[in-house]
């Protein structure tokens, strides 16, 4: 999460004469990562970079990237604290100034405001009435919010946005006239609710969505993400409701990707504000209005909270820390660095452990020991710590490990010719509908809850659409190419996640079928898999036109043509490995040369080549090779190898077997010699 701060904001949190460079080169070392400074607007300046700027009134902006864990540092004050434990570590003295908006009471005759929440979807829920004049905002005001990234919208709303950059919590305004029952009520949307953002943009809600009704059924509100247009502000209202909500941060990141609705507030309440946070922000917003928007307090502060935070306490002791960073740190030292996080710490007499407790801000991102080490650690200073060479013996290779084998599949297709590609594992609807036959059961693929865009709602259950698409898109390639992938599948299993299956496919453009074959068979030998190719008919492929291929009866994989007419093939990769041999058969070279004759057969429709390779070597022990060497319209040429460890065989002795080649053809698949 990336957020813009301005220097003049920051430091009336964050009293230091410690430069911007200074602050971007110690926050970025110690806490979140200063990217850079850029020039602001005007304003009041820190006096150093104005004098080396050469520039009346200069400021400075930092842009800072916030982890999503720390979302208490993604506010003015939140980054205000960072730098107050940080910069002393790097003797620059600093001091922070603690907000503490005085407290309110109302000042005229109340007006009614009825909540109503449901613990499940909220954790804290704060509102007040104020009487308010609508005036633009003062220069100041909008220069900081611009400096921030945000547009100015007029006080009454700009006040908002403000709160939000400065305390860390989103908080939201209502026109209070426009909600005729003055009522607020929290529940969940019902599937097919519309609602108007307050940009004007309509949206069917998918159900179970955190909104805000007004107690007739109407919607009023997107909380946590953005207002509606029946109850936004405008430039009649007089009174408004004041509001700060705390919802459940897993509903608000759902509906905000659901709706592909993006705003600051939910990008912050998705990842958890504290809701301990919620009092400052209410007081510092009702300060704002009465100072720029001449607020009047005109009903009490509503608190629904309850569950209030209950600090938890983690003990760990100096063992503990001295053997997660390899260095002992005195435990004054490591009280004196978490207690400038705003930790508490109280060390236990006997034991002499300490007991450190969790602040609330802290609370979703600290909950073991280990996460107590890394805060002393970061603050200590990763730079500060020895670094050692790891000693001992290295581990072993894990034994089912593919990632050798897969790279030597990828080096072998690629000295075949062949070019990787990387497609997504998310795809459209129509490229999911390729079925996968596992076993005897056709499935459907895995749909997302909340896919980003039509085009990535599934996980795909093979390569095929993908690799053919990706074929099709070079399609004005008019020579031969071949294009692989090895990557995951996803097949679904009942109530559980899909398996994962890795896989190997191919597709051969503009290829001769044979010399397709060829290509996948030689892979096979490289990678010294022993198969048989048996004429199978395979779920999307066209029919008659498909080959299994087996090792002891086991199918590896599929070679042929799919329904949409691509040459294609598929392995299942942790099949292939199971098959291949690291080491190859040696056999001794023969002292005697072998007997090479070629032999020319009609081989009638529906008889595969292969099997008839098969049966000639089933025929005698002396035939040592078979390949086709030649085809030529009906007939195919066969180049057999004839051999005797013992001798070298006659004409007459070559003669004899071939006599029980040709009877064995004849009998078994009514070929005859040509």
Request: with cysteine.
């Amino acid at each position: 999460m990336d957020i813009l701060i301005p220097d003049n904001w920051l430091r009336e949190f964050l009293k230091t004469k410690a430069s911007p460079e200074d602050l971007q080169r110690c926050l970025s070392l110690c806490g979140p990562s200063v990217e850079r400074i850029r020039e602001g607007k005007t304003g009041p300046v820190y006096n150093r970079v104005a004098k080396a700027k050469r520039i009346a009134n200069y400021n400075v902006v930092y842009s800072i990237e916030v982890t999503t864990n720390r979302v208490d540092s993604a506010s003015v004050y939140g980054i205000a604290k960072e730098a107050a434990a940080i910069l002393p570590r790097f003797k620059f003295p600093a001091r922070l100034e603690i907000p503490t908006p005085a407290t309110v009471k109302p000042e005229a005759d109340t007006l009614p405001l009825d909540i109503s929440t449901n613990p499940k979807l909220t954790k804290r829920v704060m509102a007040v009435v104020l009487q308010v004049t609508n005036a633009p905002s003062p220069d100041w005001l909008k220069n900081r919010l611009e400096d921030s990234g945000i547009r100015s919208l007029g006080s009454l709303i700009d006040i908002t946005n403000y709160v939000m950059l400065e305390t860390g919590h989103p908080t939201h305004v209502f026109d209070y006239d426009r909600i005729k029952t003055h009522k607020l009520i929290f529940r969940e949307s019902i599937p097919g609710e519309k609602l108007t953002t307050l940009d004007k943009k309509t949206f069917k809600l998918p159900g179970g969505d955190i909104v805000i009704d007004d107690g007739t059924g109407e919607i009023v509100d997107l909380p946590g993400i953005m207002g509606t247009e029946n109850s936004v502000v405008n430039k009649n209202t007089r009174r408004i409701i004041f509001f700060v909500d705390n919802t459940s941060p897993a509903r608000i990141r759902q509906t905000s990707m659901s709706l592909g609705v993006r705003t600051q507030a939910a990008s912050m309440n998705e990842r958890g504000v504290d809701p301990e946070l919620g009092m400052t922000a209410i007081l510092r917003g009702i300060q704002l209005y009465k100072e720029l928007a001449n607020g009047k307090v005109v009903s009490k502060i509503h608190d629904i909270y309850p569950n209030p935070y209950k600090p938890k306490k983690i003990t760990i002791s100096e063992e503990f820390i001295e053997e997660r960073l390899g260095i002992k740190i005195p435990a004054k030292e490591v009280t004196t660095i978490l207690c400038s996080l705003g930790f508490g710490i109280t060390l236990q007499p006997t034991t002499h452990n300490l007991t450190v407790q969790i602040p609330s801000y802290r609370a979703l991102d600290v909950s073991i020991p280990e996460d107590i080490v890394e805060e002393i650690a970061r603050i200590y200073g990763y730079h500060n710590i020895p670094s050692t060479l790891m000693s001992g013996p290295l581990p072993n290779q894990p034994t089912d490990s593919t990632f050798n084998f897969e790279t030597k599949l990828k080096n072998t297709l690629k000295a075949l010719d062949g070019t990787e590609v990387y497609t997504s594992s998310l795809v459209s609807k129509n490229l999911s509908s390729l079925p996968v036959l596992k076993g005897q059961t056709l499935q459907t693929p895995l749909k997302l809850k909340n896919p980003l865009g039509k085009e990535g709602e599934y996980l795909r259950m093979s390569l095929a659409p993908s690799v053919v698409r990706a074929v099709e898109d070079n399609k004005r390639e008019k020579g031969p190419f071949h294009l692989f992938e090895i990557s995951n599948t996803y097949l679904p299993k009942t109530e559980d996640l899909p398996e994962e299956k890795l896989m190997l496919a191919g597709v051969f453009a503009n290829y001769d079928y044979r010399k397709a074959k060829g290509v996948v068979e030689q892979l096979l030998k490289e990678m010294r898999v022993a198969v048989i190719w048996q004429a199978k008919d395979q779920e999307g492929y066209e029919t008659g036109r498909s080959l299994a291929v087996k090792s002891d009866k086991k199918v590896l994989g599929y070679f042929g043509y799919l329904n949409s007419g691509h040459l294609y093939y598929e392995f299942s990769v942790r099949e292939l490995k199971k098959c291949a041999k690291d080491i190859p058969n040696l056999h001794p070279i023969p002292k005697n040369p072998p007997q090479v004759e070629d032999v020319n057969l009609i081989t009638p429709h529906g008889v595969y080549l292969a099997e008839v390779i098969e049966e000639i070597k089933k025929v005698d022990k002396q035939i040592t090779k078979v390949g086709l060497a030649d085809v030529y319209e009906d007939t195919k040429t066969l180049r057999i190898s004839y051999s005797d460890p013992e001798k070298t065989l006659t004409n007459s002795e070559v003669e004899e077997i071939r006599k029980k080649i040709l009877k064995t053809l004849k009998e078994k698949l009514q070929i005859s010699l040509k």
